[in-house]
T-cell receptor, first 115, second 114 residues
Framework: SAVISQKPSRDICQRGTSLTIQCQVDSQVTMMFWYRQQPGQSLTLIATANQGSEATYESGFVIDKFPISRPNLTFSTLTVSNMSPEDSSIYLC????????????FGPGTRLLVL | TQLLEQSPQFLSIQEGENLTVYCNSSSVFSSLQWYRQEPGEGPVLLVTVVTGGEVKKLKRLTFQFGDARKDSSLHITAAQPGDTGLYLCAGPNAGGTSYGKLTFGQGTILTVHP
């Protein structure tokens, strides 16, 4: 399985500011995914980020609020823009497994608290 | 939209007890995955089941995929405090624009008391 790291692991931010979360993988992958998770709850997909194309956003998530970069096959960033307390959550990146995106491997997550 | 209903939502048991978590859908899935997530960590893949009727064992954990590939179960024998965590089932969405996306169940929070 891939080894995935995320930075920062946690942060406390003021409302109105922006935070960029980094996701680094130890191998080249085509598909990367960004999720949001409330503690103790399930995961909600924000967007799919494929290298060489624009990110595809799920219903309820827009590029202006969550801009994503995917500059190469091992790295992606998610920015949470103009934050409000409602953005407090855990943000996770995942990558497709060797057998394809039906199996995904997750990073450790970024715990964000917006005051 | 393919949905996965997971039950129960919460389980609090004593060490040594057995338990089963269910994951049901009205849709057919090509495969289902089970993840465990511990506090402060990301979900960790436990198993992928692919064939209808398939049973996979991982030490004290037994995973079953329904014959019709619409449901799955996770059974833990003689639970230990180290089994505590959030258990999630997930299945891939159908193709087209949904390719690569996973549908997740609501999760089961398991607490095993020593």
């Amino acid at each position: 399985s891939a080894v995935i790291s995320q930075k920062p692991s946690r942060d406390i931010c003021q409302r109105g500011t922006s935070l960029t979360i980094q996701c680094q993988v130890d191998s080249q992958v085509t598909m990367m995914f960004w999720y949001r998770q409330q503690p103790g709850q399930s995961l909600t997909l924000i967007a799919t980020a494929n290298q060489g194309s624009e990110a595809t956003y799920e219903s309820g998530f827009v590029i202006d609020k969550f801009p994503i970069s995917r500059p190469n096959l091992t790295f992606s960033t998610l920015t949470v823009s103009n934050m409000s307390p409602e953005d407090s959550s855990i943000y996770l990146c995942s990558v497709e497994g060797r057998q394809g995106p039906e199996t995904q491997y997750f990073g450790p997550g970024t715990r964000l608290l917006v005051l | 939209t393919q949905l996965l209903e997971q039950s129960p939502q919460f389980l609090s048991i004593q060490e040594g007890e057995n338990l089963t978590v269910y994951c049901n859908s009205s849709s057919v899935f090509s495969s289902l995955q089970w993840y465990r997530q511990e506090p402060g960590e990301g979900p960790v893949l436990l198993v992928t089941v692919v064939t209808g009727g398939e049973v996979k064992k991982l030490k004290r954990l037994t995973f079953q995929f329904g014959d019709a590939r619409k449901d799955s179960s996770l059974h833990i024998t003689a639970a230990q405090p180290g089994d505590t965590g959030l258990y999630l089932c997930a299945g891939p969405n159908a193709g087209g624009t949904s390719y690569g996306k996973l549908t997740f169940g609501q999760g089961t929070i398991l607490t095993v008391h020593p």
